[in-house]
Nanobody, 133 residues
Framework: EVQLVESGGGSVQTGGRLRLSCTISGTTFDEYSIGWFRQAPGKEREGVSYIDPIDENKYYADFAEDRFFASSDNAANTVYLRMNRLKPADTAVYYC??????????????????????????WGQGTQVTVSS
């Protein structure tokens, strides 16, 4: 069974930073694409970041551009999300999610719709990020 576990959340003040980690187990790491999502109370889940599994080109939501940075360590089966200059609006539960990369055609489809939550079959339990004023 594929499992994902997030860690690294916590409480910080405005302008602070955190590094989130997501470790995947139960499968070969390079067969799956992993994205970061977040969900605030009463809000819909939204995409944060994604890394193309072939060329490692990175994609970010507008609110994350120039503040959040995604990376991966294939040997450790782990992806990271470095979050800088945090704001109260960043307060949410942060999730990592995985989907089977599959064919080249599917890779292209994911590049166009990486933030669509319905693309992902496996989700972690989430880690809370709280940013205070």
């Amino acid at each position: 069974e594929v499992q994902l576990v997030e860690s690294g959340g916590g409480s910080v003040q405005t302008g602070g930073r955190l590094r989130l980690s997501c470790t995947i187990s139960g499968t070969t790491f390079d067969e799956y694409s992993i994205g970061w999502f977040r969900q605030a109370p009463g809000k819909e889940r939204e995409g944060v970041s994604y890394i193309d599994p072939i060329d490692e080109n990175k994609y970010y939501a507008d609110f994350a551009e120039d503040r959040f940075f995604a990376s991966s360590d294939n040997a450790a089966n782990t992806v990271y999300l470095r979050m800088n200059r945090l704001k109260p609006a960043d307060t949410a539960v942060y999730y990592c999610a995985a989907t089977l990369t599959g064919t080249i055609a599917n890779r292209i489809r994911l590049m166009k719709s990486w933030a669509d939550t319905t693309n992902y079959s496996y989700w972690g339990q989430g880690t809370q990020v709280t940013v205070s004023s």
